[in-house]
């Protein structure tokens, strides 16, 4: 996923840099002046998926020997951790994706 969020974000910080005037398109003498703050905001919308693409993370933890369970998420490290208690769980079902390999 984070590989798969590289483009959405360098395109929308492209985006922003050229709605902001800093990167300047050939045809800017031609464009509205509405089309400049559709750019940031267009830009930020694409920045922010690719961001969260590629730094947004989650982690489950199997701990037997404190008996509980860890269930974290953030962004490269974890940023919002709840714990459950083992106890509280009759059952843990994993559940294995299916990958589909082309050939």
Do not use: C
Not at 85 to 95: G, N, R, T, V
Request: glycine share 12%; net charge positive; aromatic share 12%.
């Amino acid at each position: 996923m984070a590989i798969f969020g590289i483009p959405f974000l360098a395109a929308g910080l492209a985006v922003i840099l050229i709605g902001l005037g800093i990167i300047v398109p050939s045809n800017a003498d031609e464009m509205d002046g509405w089309v400049w703050p559709a750019l940031v905001v267009f830009g930020g919308v694409f920045a922010a998926v690719g961001g969260g693409l590629m730094f947004g993370r989650r982690w489950i933890i199997l701990d037997r020997a404190q008996g509980r369970i860890q269930d974290a998420w953030g962004l490269v490290v974890p940023m919002k951790v709840t714990e459950h208690p083992l106890y509280s769980f009759s059952a843990i079902h994993l559940l294995r994706r299916k990958v589909s390999r082309f050939s």
